[in-house]
Nanobody
Framework: VQLQASGGGLVQAGGSLRLSCEASGRTFSNYVMGWFRQAPGKEREFVAAAGWNGGITHYADSVKGRFTISRDNAKNSAYLQMNSLKPEDTAVYYC?????????????????WGQGTQVTVSS
């Protein structure tokens, strides 16, 4: 499956952004969708994941209550609504896909990756 992430940008602390991830090539509803991020000099870290129909979601503690993952299988798309952004949220954000929900927070378990979109939060 091919993934295309978009929606990043520059925002002030406290602001909001909505990231989108459009999928093509395979049956989108067969895949768990994850969002990860990577800041300069740091390892890629888990942000959020959504199960096949979006009914099950998981979040990193650092974003819980501020970020919301969702998906629209009819549009072959997943989203990450980011509110109350902080400077420490600054990173390149990646969407990823895999068939299974286990180990949803482990980057190496994902089979497909988008190209990344930059999110910069100014203080």
């Amino acid at each position: 499956v091919q993934l295309q992430a978009s929606g990043g940008g520059l925002v002030q602390a406290g602001g909001s952004l909505r990231l989108s991830c459009e999928a093509s090539g395979r049956t989108f509803s067969n895949y768990v969708m994850g969002w990860f991020r990577q800041a300069p000099g740091k390892e890629r870290e888990f942000v959020a994941a959504a199960g096949w129909n979006g009914g099950i979601t998981h979040y990193a503690d650092s974003v819980k209550g501020r970020f919301t993952i969702s998906r629209d299988n009819a549009k072959n798309s997943a989203y990450l609504q980011m509110n109350s952004l902080k400077p420490e949220d600054t990173a390149v954000y990646y969407c990823a896909a895999r068939r299974l929900l286990s180990d949803y927070d482990v980057p190496s378990k994902y089979d497909y990756w988008g190209q990344g979109t930059q999110v910069t939060v100014s203080s």
